[in-house]
Nanobody
């Protein structure tokens, strides 16, 4: 059973920053690719960022240069540092393991203009 617990969301003004965390209860966390997704009201869930076991990263075009994904394998945790936030970043953010069908409760990010 995979359990994912996201935290760190909140209300922030445009231009501000937040750091999301996701604690994953999974065996051999270090060998898995981790993802951050987000879902805005009435929209589909979209991939935001990914990090492989080797540390390679990929980002959606909409967040490149503003968001940074990282991982701490000793803590079984993946992070999403979000800078220069925009109102369009407002969404429920989820982490995911290997695109498996396990989801946490998500953490809400709201960016005011």
């Amino acid at each position: 059973q995979v359990q994912l617990v996201e935290s760190g969301g909140g209300l922030v003004q445009a231009g501000g920053s937040l750091r999301l965390s996701c604690a994953a209860s999974i065996r051999r966390f270090s060998i898995n690719t981790m993802h951050w997704y987000r879902q805005a009201p009435g929209k589909q869930r979209d991939l935001v960022a990914s990090i492989t076991s080797g540390g390679s990263t990929n980002y959606a075009d909409s967040v490149k240069g503003r968001f940074t994904i990282s991982r701490d394998n000793a803590k079984n945790t993946v992070y999403l540092q979000m800078n220069s936030l925009k109102p369009e970043d407002t969404a429920l953010y989820y982490c995911n393991v290997n695109n498996w069908a396990y989801w946490g409760q998500g953490t809400q990010v709201t960016v005011s203009s």
